[in-house]
């Protein structure tokens, strides 16, 4: 007995610095402590990620700014601000809980509205997913801003905001994404691979862009009566390009941040959004090289950006050569595809359609095709049911809310103002006051009193065309 | 005996992994081990979140140099870039030791200047800690740059910003928060919740600005003989926005980073600091709106930074819900701030007195109101009396300093130096050289010859309103 | 025997939580997962760092468009996103294998192409580890845009970029770096000291732009038939403070990723490096202002610039005092760089030679002056034979290669194109449509007509001093 005894007592002894108090834990409180400080670093990275993915406002500002011009600047500004401003409160109260709450459906989730499942005690986990979320739900919403530039009305425009952050996509990110949190939606119950949002978050931006682009028909002086093209140019290319770079650093957010853990993965993940970038811009030059004769600065930095939203989807599940394909197809597809959407007379002054929805799509179906764990039919064919639900929840739903903006408040501004510049007559402002404008604000003097002609696409807006 | 031998020869069998060398930690030294990786993670985290704040100088630069007019471009880069590089060595020299040093008063430091405490073999926390505190001391120089703007000489805007950051402000941060680190303040004694600087740094800055604007006096042509105010427009809109976005993600290091820790506190702070952010985004515009009938862009800007400024005091210790209200009231506050302010004739070119003092008064007072773990009368009683303490402190130290850089070197240029731009005869240069310039720079042409009135608050300033 | 099966007993029932399974480790486990946490924080600190770096493209394409003429701003944005993507597919392709490839002479590594050492299962190190080293690929030849900028032919700029990222910078880098991950360099045998590449990087870069500027020759009206030098004005200076700003910051990627682990010693290397280019930017505007009369903008950004180039080769083997002393020597010596280059007619639009060549040596031979560890003269002869070996390797290299390009398919516009601008003819476009250019975009209308002069190193490039 007495040996038993001493026996425990020097075991007790050796051992003693692991019951010293919360000093020294115990082997099972390591456990504990080890996750403790892994969680500490995935918030660390998590909100991390979520700024890098907050400053692509700022290039998205700057990419649409740039790309239009100079008498539009402040209301491009007022629109970048107010959508991430706005979308922020809407995601808030109603947007991530749609997205993110319990569902019994799959379709959408029905509680933690006002991040009212937030307690003082409770886990704060939800917040720091919350934060990276609230980014993406903005992006969403910032990248129609682009496709409806210099024409659209603000206060339209706001409630236009509202809808896309708390409502269209949040209900669209349920079914993909809803199981990240809490519930299960139904497409990626069925195994849909968008890692990062090339559909989730890009192409639910560019089909609604598209809605918007229809609804509001082209800006004055774009398409002749003689069925020419106008090229309508940009009023600033660095900072068009200060934008780009912006973006693309904000992407190593968006994708690898899309772990949201602090883990190996992301290292394979920014390895591809980089090479993805590189091919898209390298081929969109070449592209535009070889089709127009120039390589040209807008089609360059739109291929950059066509890369980083191919590789959205399929960051984490391709290899460093297949980003350099899925990039590559990109930005070969973004040349062709804004020259498309040109002939067919739907005004996107800086290619959002193409960027995002276009090329959003293409990195779904990427994601399929080249997954590193084997491709399938299946596996094909679930990508294209994810694409086109993106497609059929998203283009009806926009133009029906874009219609319906149209007929109350209004969705575009009179032609004088068109003509004018929205920054004076909507915000009351000058965005350079100090330097001269030409006389024609960037539109060539011929094109200036040539009226449009009605879009191909006229039977969605026929009146809009005649009012131009 | 020989059993208690066995006994032990079985445990050590069991346990020798935890004793086979540097490979293998003991439980006790398991501890040691994840602490170490813990520590690792803060100084990451601190570190990054210093290089953000580090970036608001961008933002700071840009938002100034868009809401001033072309002519004084140069200038206002040139403060800005020296505000932080002079600061930073003011702070590493002085600063640093006045705020953080050992002290047995509560009112300053007395050690550490030259971060002579370090040495080769010490702690380096104390430099990822002077590298989170320098880029504090140089925001709250910065901000007075703005209120200065187009009119201040060059010389004496470098003497004025050595002596706030490496007086002025450590000073009073002493008092707030010098038991950060050593030693302990009176202010934080008393139990004054500023948790990210809503007063140690933006009412100080803020407070500055006020005072460096008195002496000053209003930019020439601004107030009218006739008692009319004139707008003197700001020259570039797309980079006071840019400054803007940069200055919203700089703040996702200023305040969570302000738990110099990697912890799940940020996730909150991230949150809040967004949210107020918007709301105040928000709220200015729709104040704007109604109060001048236009949605306005440099009030929705400042609107952003108010909410900014106004949740840095209570970001970790208010819900999400009262983050919103803060940055609501603050979005309201700041547009009748500095509509009152041009009232007083207090000629502030960006805003700053308004968004850094004014509304960090509000987010410390919120910080007592809205105080998660419950309020009292006493709480607010000493966050009034912080913000006292404040102003107390920096206003009239600022107003002698600024008098007596007034009488020997100068604080103001010439009446024909103004008119011509402060960037060719203070810089010998031209912001930009290719661009042709309206007539006026910015100013209309009715205001140009019009000679500015005293101001309301002339006791500070007598000769300068005449001068103008 | 009772007693020992007693204790035992006792001593597994007090240790079960450690055998409880997958749950809870063991000490040995334990140590593994405490690595794996740490090593998560090490591939977030690494890749955030490298995204900081990939910023880096912005804030180079933003100054050396703001210190160039308007004409010509297409054409610098279009060299800076091309030499970042055509540079990370080069790198990608062979420029890593080169630089960090098994070796067995030190001269250069031999497999790691396309990554293909990467496979799904494999460590994904190296693939965290490539992203870290392509952003330095690129910034070394992105530092050569400037000097050659608002001349160069667009199609040889991109063959020149390809070079320098995919053979130039990779040959030298593994001779001073290969070791960092697999095989040895010849360089770094000797102890040799570049911790971030003041050298391997500035240098390279800064060489390769001076045989880049002497190959051209100067650009039309820089320097007169009688001897004068034309200032060439920089056409947005705001953009150009922003672009150091933008560097500054990305520098906080640059010194201390290169430690490519989270640990304590990135403290000290962020202090260095701030006070470094603080002290830079002061002494640089004061010798500005003592030498021209002004404190002169573009000095003393670049003497920002010329600090951060210094500190990065000892930033983490310095003392803080010392970072200072550094950084302040390089503030004066790049002024008189600047001068020296001018004065013998090697004309340097933004001065990348002397920022990147001259300040990248000076830091190269500091980081053995000033050695925490202690110096001694092998030391300084190590430093000496480093600086001289990058030297000896690109500048000759470079001069054939440009020369190569020269003569095949053209490495400078013709004097229609250099007077048009760039960007019309080259890329069919115009930076600014909506603002009216000054007659001579940016050229006193005085030095426009006149023909420039041989440069003194025509003995380099007689043709082109003759075509201007």
């Known amino acids: ?24 834990p115990t082997p099972a409180s390591n456990k504990t402590a080890i996750d403790l400080v892994q969680s500490h670093a995935d918030y660390v990275w998590t909100l991390i990620a979520a700024a890098l993915v907050f400053f692509m406002q700022a290039g998205f500002a700057m990419v649409e700014a740039g790309l239009t011009r100079a008498k539009n600047a402040i209301n491009i500004m007022m629109k970048n601000l107010m959508d991430f401003s706005i979308g922020s409160l809407a995601y808030w109260a109603v947007g991530f809980g749609l997205m993110f709450g319990a569902t019994s459906t799959g379709w959408f989730g029905t509680n933690g509205f006002f991040l009212s499942d937030f307690s003082p005690g409770g886990d704060p986990w939800v917040l720091a997913f919350w934060m990276f979320q609230v980014v993406f739900a903005a992006t ?24 896309v952050s708390g409502l269209i996509y949040p209900v669209f990110g349920s079914w993909a994404w809803g199981g990240l949190f809490n519930g299960k939606g139904w497409l990626e119950g069925l195994g849909f691979i968008d890692f990062a949002g090339s559909t989730v978050v890009h192409s639910v931006g560019g089909w609604a862009a598209l809605a918007g682009a229809v609804v509001l028909g082209p800006r004055m002086g774009k398409y002749t009566k003689q069925g020419k093209i106008k090229p309508i140019l940009g009023h600033n290319m660095p900072l068009a390009a200060l934008g780009v770079f912006i973006l693309w650093l904000g992407w190593f957010g968006f994708n690898p941040g899309s772990t949201t853990a602090a883990n190996k993965d992301i290292a394979m993940i920014f390895v591809n959004t980089n090479l993805a970038a590189a091919a898209g811009a390298v ?43 899925i990039g590559a197809a990109a930005g070969v597809i973004v040349v062709f595809s804004v020259y498309f959407f040109d002939r067919i007379r739907i005004d996107d002054p800086v290619g959002a359609i193409s960027v995002h929805g276009v090329c959003g799509a293409w990195g779904t179906l990427a994601a399929g095709i080249f997954n590193m764990g084997g491709t399938s039919l299946k596996i094909i064919a679930v990508q294209f049911l994810g694409i086109a639900a993106c497609f059929l929840w998203v283009f009806p739903t926009a133009l029906i809310m874009f219609k319906l ?6 969705l575009r501004v009179s032609p004088e103002e068109e003509l004018e510049g929205l920054d004076l007559i909507e915000h009351g402002g000058n965005a350079y006051p100090d330097f001269e404008i030409s006389a024609h604000g960037g539109m060539s003097p011929a094109a200036a009193p040539v009226e449009s002609e009605a879009s191909i696409l006229s039977v969605f807006a026929p009146k809009k065309a005649e009012a131009t």
């Open 140 to 163: 969403a919403a910032t990248i129609v801003s682009g496709a409806m530039a210099e024409r659209t009305k603000f206060s339209g425009y706001l409630i236009y905001s509202l809808f």
């Open 1 to 24: 007995m007495k040996k038993l005894f001493l026996s425990i007592i020097f075991v007790l002894f050796i051992f003693c610095p692991a019951w010293a108090g919360d000093d020294l």
């Open 405 to 410: 903006i149209e007929k109350t408040i209004g």
């Open 283 to 325: 081929l969109a030059m070449f592209t535009s090289w070889i089709k127009f004769g120039k390589p040209e600065v807008g089609m360059s930095l739109n291929g950059a950006l066509a890369g980083l939203v191919a590789i959205t989807s399929p960051c984490a599940s391709v290899s460093p050569l297949s980003a350099v394909l």
